[in-house]
């Protein structure tokens, strides 16, 4: 066996185990998930992919996902010095396995999703950055360290939507301000805590009230409670999750979500 089998940047067929081990509904999801671990380092996303984020977030609207790719693909051909590249490329990808995630007629090639693997970590080559490369392969792997996702669409979603969560507090939400020097699971241990309110329909202020307890109780730390529903806001639109009228009462609920999902925290 040489190194080259176990690449997931030169071997296509990684690649293509990859992606075919994911179901169908979950593909569009997941290539996004890929996609965007590049948002907070692209300077200025371009505006249609964005877009395509939009698209991919509602599944009625994925048909739309072969008229973005001619958008991200004009995009590409009027700035040809845009770089890196690959990014560009990597969204073309994700367009066309949502689109064909549609099953609308005149679907792009079915093997699509297969070079979506090895064009992300290509595209991670520009940056130069090990956390980066990290979180990209992090990305890829999600749902491959688990096969049963293949046929339990309900535990595919449900970890898709604990992985975006995970992504919230980090990224955006991080009250101590050390996304760029601390250990990446800095603050997984309250993400059960916050998938399990999602869960139970909290609504955006006691999603909220919950983590400013967190940094303030917690961490000892000055967080407002205008920031905690911004942050509140962004996990309920970024999971799909509509603001429900009832206030939870389980506040462990995430960690028995997640043991009864995957049996382990």
């Not at 072969?66 to 040809?80: A, G, P, S, V």
């Not at 392969?137 to 999600?142: P, T, V, W």
Request: hydrophobic share 35%.
């Amino acid at each position: 066996m040489t190194t080259e089998q176990y690449d997931i940047k030169t071997n296509i067929k990684i690649g293509q185990q990859i992606f075919e081990n994911l179901p169908n509904d979950i593909r569009p999801d997941w290539a996004r998930l890929v996609l965007s671990r590049f948002d907070h380092y692209i300077k200025n996303i371009p505006t249609s992919i964005l877009e395509l984020y939009s698209i991919i977030d509602s599944k009625e609207r994925w048909k739309e996902a072969h008229e973005q790719f001619d958008k991200i693909r004009r995009f590409l051909l009027d700035n040809k010095n845009y770089q890196p590249e690959a990014y560009l490329l990597l969204a073309e990808l994700v367009a066309k396995v949502t689109y064909n995630a549609s099953g609308q007629p005149a679907p792009f090639d079915s093997d699509s999703g297969h070079y979506i693997a090895s064009l992300a970590l290509k595209a991670t080559e520009h940056f130069d950055d090990n956390r980066l490369e990290e979180e990209v392969k992090s990305a890829i792997l999600l749902f491959s360290r688990n096969k049963k996702f293949k046929d339990n669409l309900t535990s595919a979603k449900d970890f898709l939507l604990y992985k975006k969560i995970d992504d919230i507090l980090w990224f955006d939400w991080d009250p101590i301000g050390v996304n760029d020097l601390a250990p990446r699971d800095e603050y997984q241990g309250y993400v059960p805590e916050i998938f399990g309110l999602v869960k139970a329909k909290a609504d955006r202020q006691e999603i909220a009230n919950r983590l400013h307890k967190l940094e303030t109780d917690n961490m000892g730390m000055g967080g407002t409670i205008e920031n905690c529903l911004t942050i509140a806001d962004k996990i309920l639109e970024t999971t799909g999750e509509r603001k429900a009228a009832y206030n939870s009462t389980l506040p462990k609920a995430g960690r028995s979500w997640w043991q009864k999902l995957f049996g382990s925290e």
